[in-house]
């Protein structure tokens, strides 16, 4: 089942402008991950966020929590045409090991 | 240090065969992960196996089965191909001071399997 929603599932930009994802997930978690993925090939981990944290940041990446709306947000700043791929969000799935994935954003960087 | 390998890239297969795709993980992880992943889906979670032993496992049937090695690396067994089972199959290693870890995981490239 999957646990992670994302909003949107396809998001287009220009070169420049900033790219807001969503996620949503149902049960309590101690993290939450961001991956991307280029063009059907592996993911890559982007940001791991802890549940006593609000706020990440890497690079251009910005990474919220919301534990009491079971949200989080991931804002990539200036895009690039090289930002192009798929993001996912991931929370663990209980005392499995597992990581269970949304059905993931599309980011089209337009340049 | 080097990443997670996967092998081989692609393979094609008909119905009722069987196929074994193997991955190396990263140097130092002891965790291995298998997911599936079909168009436009996320990743599904296999199974997972933490020094040598099945560490939990998805909503998949037995005839999917795994391994894992001294050296950590991997198998994934896959027996009466189905289409459905056609995806892209990815590993995922990490390390885990402890059995259930959900830490960060570390992804290979991926097997294609096309199953006609």
């Known amino acids: 089942s999957q646990q992670g929603e994302e909003d949107p599932q396809a998001l287009s930009i220009q070169e420049g402008e900033n790219a807001t994802m969503n996620c949503s997930y149902k049960t309590s978690i101690n993290n939450l991950q961001w991956y991307r993925q280029n063009s059907g090939r592996g993911l890559v981990h982007l940001i791991l966020i802890r549940s006593n944290e609000r706020e990440k940041h890497s690079g251009r990446l910005r990474v919220t929590l919301d534990t009491s709306k079971k949200s989080s947000s991931l804002l990539i700043t200036a895009s690039r045409a090289a930002d192009t791929a798929s993001y996912f969000c991931?929370?663990?799935?209980?005392?499995?090991?597992?990581?269970?994935f949304g059905q993931g954003t599309t980011l089209q960087v337009k340049p | 240090e080097t990443g997670v390998t996967q092998s081989p890239t692609h393979l094609i297969k008909t119905r009722g065969q069987q196929v074994t795709l193997r991955c190396s993980s990263q140097?130092?992880?002891?965790?291995v992960s298998w997911y599936q992943q079909a168009l436009g889906q996320g990743p599904q979670f296999i199974f997972q196996?933490?020094?040598?032993?099945?560490?939990g496992r998805g909503n998949f049937p037995p005839r999917f089965s795994g391994l894992q090695f001294p050296n950590y690396s991997s198998e994934l067994n896959v027996n009466a191909l189905e289409l459905d089972d056609s995806a892209l199959y990815l590993c995922?290693?990490?390390?885990?001071?402890?059995?259930?870890?959900?830490?960060?995981?570390?992804f290979g490239p991926g097997t294609r399997l096309l199953v006609l």
């Open positions: 991931a929370t663990p799935g209980g005392n499995t090991g597992k990581l269970i």
């Open positions: 995922a290693s990490s390390w885990g001071g402890q059995r259930y870890s959900s830490e960060t995981q570390y």
């Open positions: 140097s130092g992880h002891n965790t």
């Open positions: 196996y933490y020094r040598e032993e099945e560490n």
